[in-house]
């Protein structure tokens, strides 16, 4: 099976679903996974369909897209951020699924003993 095309085909078709479908909450939650697991160089798409989103659910917070900012944050290297991001999503969402993981990275975080800087 040949995917070396797979992240640019993927890409144009989230491109192409957010461009018919400015609003739509399926076509920007596929765009936040799929450029948070491509990683750093499109962290500013993701975090450009999580704005969309976070706007949709407003005035309430949704755990899907709280957890998407602690992720940019992490991948942004950005440790105050992440680390008052999880505080957030603990405050928010105390027994969710990916609570008890974000408690583990804010510790780690907060002791120094995870360092998510760049050089």
């Given at each position: ?7 640019q085909?993927?890409?144009?078709y989230i491109q192409s ?13 596929e ?6 697991q ?5 962290i500013?798409?993701a975090?450009?369909?999580l704005?969309v989103l ?6 309430k917070?949704?755990e899907e897209?709280?957890?998407g900012?602690?992720f ?7 440790n105050?951020g ?12 105390p027994n ?6 974000f408690?583990?990275?804010?510790a780690?975080?907060e002791?120094?003993?995870i360092q998510?800087?760049?050089?």
């Amino acid at each position: 099976m040949d995917v070396r095309y797979a992240a640019q085909k993927s890409d144009e078709y989230i491109q192409s679903c957010i461009s018919a479908y400015k609003n739509s909450e399926k076509c920007h939650l596929e765009a936040t996974y799929l450029y948070l697991q491509i990683g750093p160089p499109n962290i500013k798409l993701a975090k450009k369909s999580l704005k969309v989103l976070k706007k949709m659910y407003k005035p309430k917070l949704s755990e899907e897209v709280e957890a998407g900012y602690v992720f940019v944050y992490l991948y942004s290297r950005d440790n105050k951020g992440a680390i008052k991001q999880i505080k957030k999503y603990l405050t928010e969402f105390p027994n969710a699924g990916r609570a008890e993981m974000f408690r583990k990275i804010l510790a780690g975080l907060e002791s120094g003993g995870i360092q998510v800087r760049s050089n």
